[in-house]
């Protein structure tokens, strides 16, 4: 005890030393601080010192504390400036996002935003959520087969690269490989799509739709006979039987027997469309994502295609009484089918204003507006259609024929973008009868 009293005496003759040689100034300086409440480095007693150093342990930690309690800013994502006005539509929408923020390293979320969008119009988006899935997951081939079909509806060529990945991740995947040939065929590219119907009619014996491709390919190139034995598997299928009629009509055409021709034309028109080819991996992907006016207009459309005219009629109801843009886009061409281009102008405008994103309504006004002879203004309005939905052959269609008496060049410019687009990619139309 008598030791540490030493210690402590040593300690405060050392301190009275060091006041007493610090220049006049800093003394004089130390002692107007402490007049103004300023706490010197140092200075003062041990127990304000670590009090203030408590002040500053105590302060940091509620520092510390509040930015970790602070939720982090959430990244934007793809289709975040979509809008929806269906509420059954906005849920999915929001299903979607959450998952994604949720999992962003899931392909799967990834991928489940990405068919969302896809199956309420939303192409570009849809495509950058898929190809999010597809990096995520570099040995699945399926996000950069639907990344490529929807892709498909805007840049064909795009599409042709996106789905050669596909295939180059699994080679005997059917659905990848029937869709590169069909597209590599409308893009004028026939010897490429040889191979992948070949390939198809060797690894299936029988695949009636890969038949099909490549006796159109082999009838492209003048090889007839070939292509006669090609579409045989084709004759009896109900996904092919009337499109391989009239091909054999073409071939015997080709061959100069147009008696034969004749006849598996006709014997084409007698029969009903050909019936979906089975096992389409995207198409119920998008059936389950579809909510509200999309999907009573996809099941309608189905309906008709279908020859079901009471389930058509019903579904039909249903879609006018909930949705009163489609009553008016359907009054507008009872309308036009009458004449009446006038009023079907402003039935056609009422339907814009009621869903302004929906862009059918609005490629009708351009018609309307064309067939009272206001070309101009018809080609400004299909020039909005085409902004919002580039795949809209039609109103590539109608800006050719608006365009054609003033500039025929830009209306066979326009005519030669709508022949990039497949007819049977369209998006959802509304029901084409009441």
């Known amino acids: ?141 399926r996000w950069p087969c639907f990344k490529a079909a929807v892709e498909s509806d805007v840049d064909l060529d795009r599409a042709v690269d996106t789905m050669a990945e596909a295939i180059r991740r699994d080679p005997r995947q059917e659905w990848p490989r029937l869709f590169r040939a069909r597209w590599l065929e409308q893009l004028g590219r026939a010897a490429e799509a040889e191979p992948l119907y070949r390939g198809l009619v060797a690894d299936i014996p029988g695949h009636a739709l890969a038949a099909v491709g490549l006796a159109r390919v082999l009838v492209a190139t003048d090889r007839v006979d070939e292509a006669a034995a090609a579409i045989a598997p084709a004759l009896d299928h109900p996904s092919t039987r009337r499109a391989a009629r009239e091909l054999v009509a073409r071939i015997d055409g080709r061959r100069g027997d147009f008696d034969a021709a004749e006849s598996a034309a006709a014997a084409a028109r007698g029969l009903p469309p050909d019936a979906p080819w089975p096992g389409d991996p995207l198409a119920p992907l998008l059936a389950e994502r579809r909510a509200g006016k999309h999907e009573l207009m996809a099941r309608t459309l189905a309906s008709y295609e279908a020859g079901d005219e009471t389930a058509a009629r019903e579904l039909t109801a249903k879609l006018v009484a909930a949705h009163p843009e489609v009553a008016l886009l359907l009054r507008g061409r009872r309308l036009m089918a009458a004449g009446d281009a006038v009023a079907a102008e402003k039935a056609f405008r009422e339907a814009s204003t009621v869903d302004p994103a929906w862009v059918e309504p609005k490629h009708a006004l351009g018609t309307a507006i064309a067939a009272q002879g206001r070309l101009s203004e018809a080609a400004d309005v299909f020039r909005a259609v085409l902004a919002a939905e580039p795949s809209y052959r039609a109103a590539w269609d109608g800006l050719a024929k608006c365009l054609e008496p003033t500039d025929p060049a830009a209306a066979r410019e326009a005519r030669a973008t709508a022949a990039r687009y497949s007819a049977t990619k369209e998006r959802d139309r509304a029901p084409a009868r009441p």
């Open 1 to 141: 005890m008598s030791r540490r009293r030493g210690v402590e005496r040593q300690a405060v003759h050392a301190g009275q030393r060091a006041d007493r040689a610090r220049p006049a100034d800093a003394a004089g300086a130390e002692g107007a601080a402490r007049g103004r409440g300023v706490a010197m480095p140092g200075g003062g007693p041990p127990w304000r010192r670590w009090a203030m150093l408590v002040s500053l342990a105590v302060a940091g930690a509620a520092g510390i504390l509040l930015v970790a309690s602070t939720p982090p800013r959430e990244e934007p994502l793809p289709g975040d400036a979509v809008e929806a006005s269906d509420p059954q539509v906005v849920r999915l929408y929001d299903g979607a996002r959450r998952r994604v923020r949720a999992e962003p390293a899931s392909a799967e979320a990834w991928g489940d935003l990405g068919l969302v969008l896809a199956a309420h119009g939303h192409a570009s988006d849809a495509t950058e959520c898929l190809g999010r899935a597809a990096a995520l997951a570099p040995a699945d081939w």
